[in-house]
């Protein structure tokens, strides 16, 4: 209803609207563990104020909530904790993967540490920086909503080819093309699918040649 | 019924009444700061016994000791612990400058005391605001969180980076402090005074703050020597150990303030104690800033002086001298040495074992929060569950430095 | 160097000296960068009893323990024995430090010193983690950081630094006193 009594008629489909909705009310889970919990928790008082993006209703119960924000280094020894996390949470889920630690290990190329969370769930959200200032965070949340908005499907949980890895960590809009396609231009499974075996074009082009 | 019973096919009744209800707390638990695990035989609301789980966040941190040169493992201090990373990069170069016998310059001696002080006020200062939080506070969290934002942008201006530091190098400094440090130094040390006074407003009389930690968690002197206690907890107690007054290491003793010591050791000491801290680590940055001479921030032993940027790009045997230091290591003489500074949980110790060459045969951290949380095992046995969510607050555990 | 003050140098030197005059038939005396008396037992099996000699004696009291853990010497250089156990001792009395250092063996056990200080418990825990050196009498000899199906001993020399072990699910948590529940 408008001001005036009568009806308003919004241009949206419901679709959009849900999408909308959820792209500003993210509930995060904050599993910190280390240093970059640290920063997390600067994020979320009063300077940096997470609540300007919807984002500041903390829930520490994974049912409630629909963003794990993985902030700290994930050991050997709590992965399975942290997988129990994940598939205890209700879809619709979005990660994001703060820190050097939790995308690839960092600094810690050792025994006991996983070297990225990503080798145990999808990862929607890589932030670069050891820990990274709370701007870097936010970013993040908002290169998520961007993605919640437009709808993009979410990664799969495959390892990322170091390539790929590196664009993630660089913030390049090539992140969104290799990692994100468009449903609407092509399907990540099609891509694949539809590029060339190189090896048997190349032989039969060498065939030719020698049959020339 | 009864061959039902036979069969194990029915429990009998009676065992539904067991007192005996096991209840697991983390390592996902938003009280257990993240990575720590207890498991609690509870009866009714009261914990009788308890038994703490470690090592969910055991990083290798000593064994990449070994595997790194001394400059390469400094990041590793800072991740320790994390809260206070300026005091841990400090306490490690002081070890190894002790195996290599070196002396520093009197500015670095005195960067490296501001370091120490800010990184106890910093420390202290999330102690309080988290142990708070817990506790359903919020409103403190917030407020000195202000502060903390604050000095980390001055810290930010010391060395480029918010946490995780690395601002100490063996025989210096990294960088000398930039020019506006005065200034800004001047606005925290005459701010946070009067948020720390509004923060004692609104707790040391609160009636709720009061009845959730007076008289919670009691920690004996006894029992702090037994389980080798130090820092504001084992001063909650009554233990009057204080490494800066009992060991001085570099010129605490010339400075005037006081070691804080409260009688009871339960939590609510713990916090007056951690409060009057930062005040007193006020102070001495107070004179710290006063009397911070000039000069040059470097030693001149050459085996481990960086050189000026400029004198690598213009002679060659400077350029020779960063490579090496780069490339290869500094050379650090066989030879050990234990160092220990009082770090704002307690006594932070570096052990380090050097057989010649640019790794470090061994590094040993003596960490307080490992003998923190033992002794959680034990104070908690006795006390309500939301009990126990106080006194790991006012424990003030860091998981880094637990499991290293 | 060390910058101790004059005060502490004092107390520092008499308990280096005490230590040399009275306790060299349990090992010998040596000293550290800082100046500290490191005393290297003989037999790791004395350890409970110099430490309770060292504790009560009225001018050592060597009342609290600061560390205790263990270092590799696959390399032979400080003697005849796969590690070196050390333990820090501090005194409150005195605010001064000495070491204890012994030659343990691989498979040698070390009498625990869980009775002397309750501190001991995980640090010694941490140590057979670490290491694999097992202590006599300690009332819950089991791994503390790692994940007991964990193989190996990763601050050992030969263990690779980046030799992962991981497991698909975590341990449920043993309870110390489990016996005691089910009595």
């Known amino acids: ?212 | 019924m009864e061959t039902l019973l036979k069969n194990n096919l029915v429990t009998p009744l009676q065992d539904y009444y067991n007192p005996n209800v096991l209840l697991n707390l983390g390592p996902s638990h938003p009280a257990m700061h993240g990575t720590l695990r207890v498991m609690c035989r509870v009866n009714g609301e009261t914990i009788e016994d308890a038994s703490c789980e470690i090592g969910y966040l055991h990083r290798a941190i000593e064994k990449l000791a070994e595997h790194k040169t001394y400059h390469q493992w400094i990041v590793y201090t800072d991740r320790l612990n994390y809260c206070s990373a300026l005091a841990n990069n400090v306490g490690y170069v002081m070890a190894v400058e002790d195996v290599m016998g070196i002396t520093i310059t009197e500015r670095c001696m005195y960067i490296r005391m501001i370091c120490l002080e800010l990184a106890r006020v910093i420390d202290h200062i999330i102690c309080v605001a988290i142990n708070a939080l817990d506790m359903g506070a919020m409103t403190v969290f917030w407020m000195l969180y202000t502060w903390r934002e604050q000095a980390y942008t001055i810290i930010e201006g010391m060395c480029g980076m918010r946490l995780t530091t690395s601002y100490a190098r063996i025989g210096g400094m990294a960088y000398d402090l930039p020019e506006n440090f005065q200034a800004e130094m001047k606005t925290f040390m005459e701010g946070l005074p009067k948020t720390l006074d509004d923060v004692e407003k609104l707790l040391s009389a609160n009636r709720i703050w009061v009845d959730r930690t007076k008289d919670v968690g009691i920690l004996t002197a006894e029992e702090c020597l037994g389980f080798g206690l130090t820092g504001p907890v084992a001063r909650a107690s009554g233990v009057d150990q204080d490494l800066r007054r009992d060991r001085p290491y570099y010129n605490y003793s010339d400075l005037d303030w006081d070691v804080v010591v409260a009688t009871k050791g339960d939590v609510y000491d713990r916090y007056l104690v951690r409060m009057e801290e930062m005040r007193q680590s006020l102070k001495i940055l107070k004179q710290l800033c006063a009397k911070l001479p000039g000069g040059s921030i470097w030693t001149e032993d050459s085996r481990v002086l960086i050189p000026k940027k400029k004198d690598v790009y213009e002679k060659m045997e400077v350029l020779i001298h960063h490579f090496k230091i780069f490339m290869e290591g500094i050379d650090v003489p066989p030879g050990e040495s234990y160092r220990a500074i009082e770090a704002p949980n307690g006594e932070l110790g570096y052990y380090v074992v050097s057989r010649g060459g640019p790794k470090a045969w061994r590094i040993k951290i003596k960490s307080p929060s490992l003998a923190l949380f033992q002794s959680y095992e034990h104070s908690i046995k006795g006390a309500k569950i939301p009990d126990a969510i106080a006194i790991l607050g006012s424990l003030n555990i860091i998981a880094g430095e637990l499991d290293r | 160097m060390s910058r101790l003050l004059l005060k502490n140098r004092e107390a520092q030197d008499g308990i280096n000296g005490h230590l040399k005059q009275n306790y060299t038939q349990h090992g010998r005396y040596d000293e550290d960068a800082n100046q500290e008396g490191i005393l290297w037992l003989v037999s790791s099996g004395d350890l409970p009893e110099v430490v309770r000699k060292l504790r009560d004696d009225s001018s050592l009291a060597m009342d609290r323990l600061a560390d205790l853990s263990a270092y590799d010497n696959i390399d032979g250089v400080d003697g005849v024995g796969r590690f070196v156990f050390f333990i820090h001792l501090y005194s409150s009395k005195f605010h001064s430090r000495m070491r204890i250092k012994c030659l343990v063996a691989d498979g040698e056990e070390v009498p625990t010193l869980t009775g002397v200080w309750p501190m001991a418990n995980w640090l010694e825990r941490e140590c057979f983690d670490m290491f694999g050196i097992r202590f006599r009498g300690h009332p819950d000899m089991r791994r503390i950081l790692m994940d007991e199906r964990f193989e190996g001993y990763p601050l050992r020399k030969e263990y690779a630094l980046e030799a992962r072990q991981q497991f698909s699910d975590s341990l449920p948590i043993r309870m110390v006193t489990e016996s005691e529940v089910s009595k």
């Open chain 1, 1 to 212: 209803m408008s001001k005036d009594g009568s009806s308003a008629v919004f241009p949206l489909t419901l679709e959009y609207a849900v999408r909308w909705a959820r792209k500003n009310s993210l509930w995060p889970m904050p599993y910190g563990t280390s240093c970059c919990g640290i920063e997390m928790m600067s994020t979320l008082s009063s300077t940096y104020d997470l609540a300007r993006f919807g984002a500041e209703v903390v829930r520490f119960s994974p049912r409630q909530a629909d963003l794990l924000l993985v902030a700290g280094t994930i050991t050997t020894k709590m992965g399975p904790v942290l997988r129990q996390v994940y598939d205890q949470m209700c879809e619709p889920k979005w990660v994001i993967a703060m820190g050097a630690c939790s995308s690839s290990g960092g600094i810690f190329n050792t025994y006991s540490v996983l070297q990225g969370i990503d080798e145990i769930m999808p990862v929607d959200i890589y932030v670069p920086g050891c820990p990274p200032i709370p701007e870097g965070l936010i970013y993040a949340i908002m290169r998520l909503q961007e993605t919640i908005e437009k709808g993009l499907p979410r990664p799969k949980a495959e390892r990322l080819t170091p390539e790929q890895a590196r664009n993630a960590m660089s913030y390049r809009e090539v992140i969104t093309d290799s990692i994100f396609k468009d449903p609407a231009k092509v399907s990540l499974d099609e891509s694949f699918s539809k590029s060339p075996a190189p090896e048997t074009a190349k032989s039969e082009s060498t065939h030719s040649k020698k049959e020339g």
